[in-house]
């Protein structure tokens, strides 16, 4: 396991006139691991949160900027966190001496070039973290393309690793950053469950771009470059722990090569097929219908995918929007084939309380509001109980608003082959028949579902609150949450 120099620790504590029990209470860790740690009978660990968490300490008990002296070679404009964070450690990360316009290819003379070896399958993804860190510092409107030729699920099979990369893309984006991810094919997105909700989120805000060919693949594994300022690249190495060996570069000369590498696959590929599809529902592929009828779905309330063609039509009436057959279904299909459907609870109990509800994204379709009588919800949901007790693989969860609402992202999913996604407010969506984004889909609906709590995915429970409100009764009960409500995320703590 690789470490801090305890000695580090021990003088930021000195220069604050921290105590053990001072800088516990303010970072959440044991008191007595911290006194170890100090007095250096203990390495500090840096997998997992403990340095980032004693990296936050110190900064906000560092009120009179008493750690500055001991920061002056990590300050490259970063964050004062980072800053801790790389002090503790005792490595700087490539090319610290930033500089706010991409260096020149000097032509004679001499100099010092810039480069980091990272090795194994760890060294890898340090290295990506860093990729991120480095990005977060430049100045804003950068250009990052990553080709991800093979071993993809190196970078977000392993959940510590995608929580520490996941937090850090905030910070990127906010610096306007255009990330493009070019891939060799469909299969580099299967068996990633941490990153399949989030990576949904942000190609629908078009916050990362996926490009997609179907070329052969060269032998390097991964390219990356930030156009002008770095560049990175994984390769097979015998010597190197698990064969596997990361070089990162500031210097232009390495630049440009993973430059003209990562341009070049960006020419040989393609986007992804998708649009949008509550912004011209009119498209000649949007009204192509897919030959498959089994489905994943997160709605708020049960709708496309559910309603019957018949109930489309009346729906639509007098509506002069034309709308693909396969947004609706004959239930009939629910006997067979496997099905997940997760509703937010509350919201199902509200539309059987009012005479009719909106139903958000199918008026965007129609462009104006398309409302869903009660009978019709009653409706749904009596086919939806009918399907439960028929059809063993037919899963559905009454989910929690409060844990709802952190998806931030509804969809439907028809495997293997088409999907509709967009965000809870409607201000983005998209449609594609991408192999590779509906892989990205499936891995979603697989996911949140391995996180329910089973109260919320129980057939009983689900069969007898679904009875009781169709019954009238309950439909006016206010559910508090639970502190396992409050406490429920996405992605697991590490």
């Known amino acids: 396991m690789s470490s801090t120099d305890p000695s580090r620790l021990a003088s930021a504590m000195t220069a604050l006139g921290l105590s053990a029990v001072a800088l516990a209470e303010e970072s959440g860790l044991s008191n007595s691991l911290i006194s170890r740690w100090q007095k250096g009978a203990r390495p500090i ?51 610290l001496s930033l500089q706010m316009a991409p260096p020149t290819i000097q032509r004679s003379g001499e100099y010092v070039a810039q480069q980091r070896v990272l090795l194994g399958v760890e060294g890898f993804r340090k290295a990506a973290l860093l990729m991120l860190d480095y990005l977060a510092q430049l100045p804003p409107g950068q250009s990052l393309t990553i080709c991800a030729h093979h071993n993809f699920e190196l970078w977000h099979g392993n959940l510590a690793f995608a929580l520490r990369f996941l937090k850090r893309l905030p910070k990127v984006l906010q610096k306007k950053a255009q990330i493009t991810l070019i891939t060799h094919n469909a299969e580099g997105f299967d068996g990633s469950p941490y990153f399949s909700v989030y990576w949904l989120v942000l190609q629908l805000k078009g916050l990362i771009r996926i490009r997609y060919y179907d070329s052969d693949a060269p032998a390097v594994d991964f390219v990356a470059s930030i156009k002008g300022f770095w560049s990175g690249r994984l390769e097979h190495d015998d010597t190197a722990a698990d064969g596997l060996i990361t070089t990162l570069y500031t210097d232009p000369r390495n630049i440009r090569p993973d430059e003209a590498h990562c341009a070049d696959f960006s020419e040989r590929s393609a986007a992804i097929g998708q649009f949008g599809f509550l912004k011209d529902a009119s498209d000649k592929n949007w009204l192509t219908p897919p030959l498959i009828t089994e489905f994943s779905v997160i709605q708020r ?9 018949a109930e489309g039509t009346t729906l639509l009436e007098g509506i002069h929007t034309k709308l693909p057959a396969y947004l609706f279904s004959d239930p009939q299909d629910y006997l067979n084939g496997e099905y997940t459907i997760i509703l937010c609870r509350e919201d199902v109990q509200a539309g059987l309380a009012k005479p009719y509800r909106i139903n958000e994204p199918l008026s965007a379709l129609a462009g104006q509001d398309v409302p869903i009588p009660r009978e019709l919800l009653a409706s749904q949901l009596e086919r939806i109980l009918s399907a439960i007790d028929q059809n063993p693989a037919f899963q559905v969860a009454l989910m929690p608003k409060s844990a709802f609402e952190k998806l931030n992202l509804e969809f439907i999913c028809w495997q293997p082959r088409l999907a509709l996604g967009w965000l809870p407010d409607l201000s983005e969506s998209l449609l594609t028949d991408d192999a590779a984004t509906c892989v990205g889909f499936t891995n979603a609906i697989t996911h949140v579902w391995g996180r329910l709590h089973k109260g919320w995915t129980s057939k009983r429970k689900v069969k ?10 309950g439909l006016d009960e206010h559910i508090p949450d639970s502190a396992t409500v409050r406490n429920w995320e996405v992605l697991p703590k590490e």
């Open 464 to 473: 007898n609150t679904l009875r009781k409100w169709l019954s009238g009764t």
């Open 301 to 309: 309330v049960p709708s496309l995918g559910l309603l019957t063609a």
């Open 45 to 95: 660990p840096t997998k997992g949160h403990t340095l980032q968490d004693l990296a936050a300490a110190l900064s906000s008990l560092d009120k009179e900027g008493k750690l500055d002296d001991l920061l002056t070679a990590y300050n490259d404009g970063s964050s004062k966190e980072q800053m801790i964070e790389r002090y503790l450690l005792g490595t700087e990360m490539p090319g």
